[in-house]
């Protein structure tokens, strides 16, 4: 079993900044990737972000140069540092975990989601 804790959400002004953090806990002996997905109201979840084992980035082509994620590996917890928010990043975020367990099972975990709207 994996536990994902969200954390950072809440209404902001355009232009404003937000950090979200997910933390991560119970059986995991690898991680393979971490990061961040989003979905607004009639529309199909996507990937906002990731950051996988080697340390490599991933972003969507509407985040590029505002959003950074990053990660404490000792703490497997990955952050989402979102500046110059605009009025269409408003979305649920979900964090996102690929892991492995003592097995090497490969288990994906979600968390509960956390509210971001940019408003003013």
């Known amino acids: 079993q994996v536990q994902l804790v969200e954390s950072g959400g809440g209404l902001v002004q355009p232009g404003g900044s937000l950090r979200l953090s997910c933390a991560a806990s119970?059986?995991?002996?690898?991680?393979?990737?971490m990061g961040w997905y989003r979905q607004a109201p009639g529309k199909q979840r996507e990937l906002v972000a990731n950051?996988?084992?080697?340390?490599?980035?991933n972003y969507a082509d509407s985040v590029k140069g505002r959003f950074t994620v990053s990660r404490d590996s000792a703490k497997n917890t990955v952050y989402l540092q979102m500046n110059s928010l605009k009025p269409e990043d408003t979305a649920v975020y979900y964090c996102?975990?690929?892991?492995?367990?003592?097995?090497?099972?490969?288990?994906?975990?979600w968390g509960q989601g956390t509210q971001v709207t940019v408003s003013s």
């Open positions: 996102n975990l690929l892991s492995k367990d003592w097995t090497l099972k490969t288990i994906e975990s």
């Open positions: 119970g059986t995991i002996a690898s991680i393979s990737a």
């Open positions: 950051i996988v084992r080697d340390g490599t980035t």
